[in-house]
């Protein structure tokens, strides 16, 4: 069974940074694709950034500059740094891991800019 752990939400100003995190646990292949999801209030989830485990990487395009997805495949863990948030980058946080065509989700982390 497979399990993800996110951390790293919270309050920040806009023009602030975060740091999410989120590790995975279990019985996982080598070769699989971690990523970030958002939703916001009354919106549906979108893609943020995935990462591959050979390092390739895709950002949505209101995040390109702003946002730097990273892995560590021995840790099986991903992190998304935001720096410059927004408040339209307020929501739900999620990571995502995709391996072997099955999907899993954790369970979420707030991140809301604020002044």
């Known amino acids: 069974q497979v399990h993800l752990v996110e951390s790293g939400g919270g309050l920040v100003q806009p023009g602030g940074s975060l740091r999410l995190s989120c590790a995975a646990s279990?019985?996982?292949?080598?070769?699989?694709?971690m990523g970030w999801y958002r939703q916001a209030p009354g919106k549906q989830r979108e893609l943020v950034a995935v990462?591959?485990?050979?390092?390739?990487?895709n950002y949505a395009d209101s995040v390109k500059g702003r946002f730097t997805i990273s892995r560590e495949n021995a840790k099986n863990t991903v992190y998304l740094q935001m720096n410059s948030l927004k408040p339209e980058d307020t929501a739900v946080y999620y990571c995502?891991?995709?391996?072997?065509?099955?999907?899993?989700w954790g369970q979420g982390t707030q991140v809301t800019v604020s002044s």
């Open positions: 279990g019985s996982i292949s080598s070769i699989n694709v």
């Open positions: 990462i591959s485990s050979g390092g390739s990487t």
């Open positions: 995502k891991l995709n391996v072997l065509r099955l999907s899993y």
